[in-house]
Structure formats: structure tokens, C-alpha cells
């Protein structure tokens, strides 16, 4: 526990601003969207990426022109349509997925797996042939079923490692820090917090028994707090009002997360995230909790926190959750499985 704590308060900031020992390339899968458009003008600007390739079913050879004419020294190529996706993502070290579609309002995250799910499971399949090393994070939703998802695709093709499969919950964190602060009247950089769980409603648990500095508040704070981050994203929808979900605090998250995995590949130590991974840490087989970043992906995963009286129940009543989710996500990964090779040998 004590360790955890540590590391989490070493974190360093987010920032484009440090050497670099090696380059890497980064594919953005979805770059043409709300979220992949303000992610790859973040991403461009990180000095571990010199080639970062676009895709998406159309428009991203005239973001590619666009991002041209930028003088930065990262090198940006388009991509477009499901004939070009592998070669989009060919050699990359990372990709990131940002493909698929928003929530409207009213929806759960859940209810896009029938929209999503496929996407995801195209993407993975061509990460799968065209670089099977690569570190892959999903933002596409439902996270909770779209990783396991993805792990059974690569797992039926023999390129499965869960050190390199993540899902990315970064915006739970940068959520919490942000409502923490405002809180508590101090800047939200000063503030670590881990959020563990999944990445839809009560299954998002941010531990604020373990906020840095420690959380000046009473019960009724606390729990009002939980609930808004957990409702967050759905703050946002509505507020959006049918156009959508949260983008730019998306690819803010999202850019925070590919950093931190590109400084690891470079070498840098003691770097942890939070981020949604297959694990054993709890009766779920997938789980967002603080794991410590290094060169094949995750390097260690990190203890579960202590927990309060009110998280330890809250968890309890989360897990069931997560672990239907998996099963979800996984049949429907072999039924598209099944399915494709149905017509294959037809
Ligand atoms: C979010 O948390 O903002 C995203 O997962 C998008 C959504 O549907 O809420």
C-alpha cells in the first residue's frame, strides 16, 4: 500500500518537455472523429513520436495536409477505409482506437457494444496481423466489454499478451482530480487520486480514502463527489444534447495516457496509470487498477489501495458487474469469430 501511494505521488506531470532516447510510431484508429482529431494535434507535439499514422473510414488525408503544414518534426500520414487500416497501423509501436460511435442521451455506454463491438474486433484483427507487438488502448465504448473483446480476438490468434492490452479509464482520474480540486479549492495538479473498477456508472470507483493530499470533507462530500464522477460522462452527453459525448477531455485524457506508455518505452521508471487490464487482482478478469508502466507494456501491477468501509462495499457490488461484462464481451468476440468464419468457407 505504502508503495502505491508512492509511486502515485511521483507521477510526473503531463508535459511535452523531456529527452528522448528513441522515436516510436503511434497509430490513431478513429483519428477522424471528436475524439481522434484533438488527440492526434496533442499527440503530434510529443517529442517520443516521429511518425503518427491517421485513420479512419474517410477524411484523414486532408487532416494529414492539415497537420503538414505544422512545424513540428512529426511526420503524419492518412489512412482511409477498412483496405487501408492494416497498412495504417503496420509497425506501430502503439495504437490507440478512438473508432466508433457516441452515446446519445438516454443510452449506457453498454448499449453501443452492438455498434462498437464490431469495429473494435476489425480493429483488433488487423493489429493482430499487421503489428502484433504494438501496445494497444482502447477508448472506444463500452471499455468494460470492448477489452475483453479484443483479448479473445488476439487470444483466438495467438498475439494475446495482457501486458499490452489496456483500456483507457485515464479520464476518470483527470475527472476526479479536476472535481477534488474544485472541492477542496487547490489546483488540480497537486491532486492524485486512484480510480479503480471499469469505466461505466457505479462500476467507476474513484478512492478518495486515498486522495493526495488527503481529502478535506465530510461523508455526504464524499459521496456526492463519487457520484459525479461516476455520472460524468453522462454530465456530458446530456449537456451535449444529442451531438455526442466527451471528446476533448477525452483526447486530453487520452494523450496523458499514450505519453506515459511512450516515456516507459523509452526507459523511463516509475511510471503508473490507472488503466482498465486484464487482471487477478479481484474475482473480475478485467480491472482497472494502478499498474507500473515499462517497455513490454505493464510491468507490474500494483496492490490493490487500502480501502474505506464505503469503497470495500462498493466494490463488492461492482465486481459482479465487470465480470458479466467480460463474459459479454468475450461471446461476442467468438460469435464475429464464428460468424466470419462462416462466410470465409462459404
Ligand atoms: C466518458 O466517460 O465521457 C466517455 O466514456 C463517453 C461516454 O459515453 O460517457
Known amino acids: 500500500m505504502f508503495a502505491a501511494r508512492k509511486i502515485l505521488s511521483d507521477i510526473p506531470r503531463f508535459t511535452w518537455r523531456y529527452m528522448v532516447a528513441r522515436t516510436f510510431k503511434v497509430a490513431i484508429v478513429g483519428a477522424g472523429g471528436g475524439i481522434g482529431q484533438p488527440l492526434s494535434l496533442l499527440l503530434r507535439q510529443s517529442p517520443g513520436i516521429t511518425e503518427l499514422a491517421l ?19 512529426c511526420q503524419v500520414s492518412g489512412y482511409e ?6 497498412t495504417a497501423v503496420s509497425k506501430s509501436d502503439v495504437v490507440v482506437v478512438a ?3 457516441p452515446r446519445l442521451p438516454g443510452m449506457e455506454r453498454d448499449h453501443l457494444m452492438a455498434a462498437n463491438g464490431n469495429v473494435a474486433i476489425k480493429v483488433t484483427n488487423a493489429i493482430s496481423v499487421a503489428c502484433p507487438h504494438a501496445l494497444v488502448a482502447f477508448i472506444t465504448n463500452p471499455i468494460n466489454m470492448i477489452v475483453p ?7 483466438a490468434a495467438g498475439t494475446f499478451s495482457p501486458e499490452r492490452l489496456f483500456g483507457i479509464t485515464t479520464l476518470d482520474v483527470v475527472r476526479s482530480k479536476t472535481f477534488i480540486a474544485e ?10 487520486i486512484p480510480v479503480i473498477g471499469g469505466h461505466a456508472g457505479k462500476t467507476i470507483l474513484p478512492l478518495i480514502s486515498q486522495c493526495q493530499p488527503h481529502f478535506k470533507g465530510n461523508a455526504s462530500d464524499i459521496e456526492k463527489l463519487t457520484c459525479r464522477i461516476q455520472e460524468a460522462g453522462t454530465e456530458v452527453v446530456k449537456a451535449k444534447a444529442g451531438k455526442g459525448s466527451a471528446t476533448l477531455s477525452m483526447a486530453f485524457a487520452g494523450a496523458k495516457f499514450v505519453d506515459s506508455l511512450l516515456r516507459a518505452l523509452n526507459g523511463e521508471e516509475g511510471l503508473v496509470e490507472c488503466a482498465y487490464v486484464a487482471s487477478d487482482l479481484t474475482d473480475a ?3 482497472a487498477s494502478p499498474v507500473e508502466l515499462g517497455k513490454q507494456g505493464i510491468k507490474r501491477y500494483l496492490d490493490l489501495p487500502n480501502l474505506s468501509e464505503s469503497e470495500k462495499h462498493a466494490l463488492k457490488k461492482l465486481l459482479p458487474v465487470l465480470q458479466q461484462n467480460a463474459i459479454e464481451g468475450q ?9 466470419r468464419i462462416k462466410k470465409l468457407s462459404n
Open 331 to 339: 461471446l461476442f468476440a467468438r460469435n464475429s469469430t464464428a460468424e
Open 285 to 287: 478478469p478485467f480491472f
Open 55 to 73: 485513420h479512419d473510414l474517410h477524411g484523414t488525408k486532408g487532416l494529414a495536409a492539415d497537420h503538414s503544414h505544422i512545424c513540428t518534426r
Open 183 to 192: 472541492h477542496m479549492q487547490i489546483s488540480p495538479d497537486t491532486v492524485n
Open 81 to 86: 477505409g477498412e483496405g487501408e487500416l492494416e
Open 99 to 101: 473508432a466508433g460511435m
Open 149 to 155: 473483446a479484443a483479448a479473445e480476438i488476439l487470444k
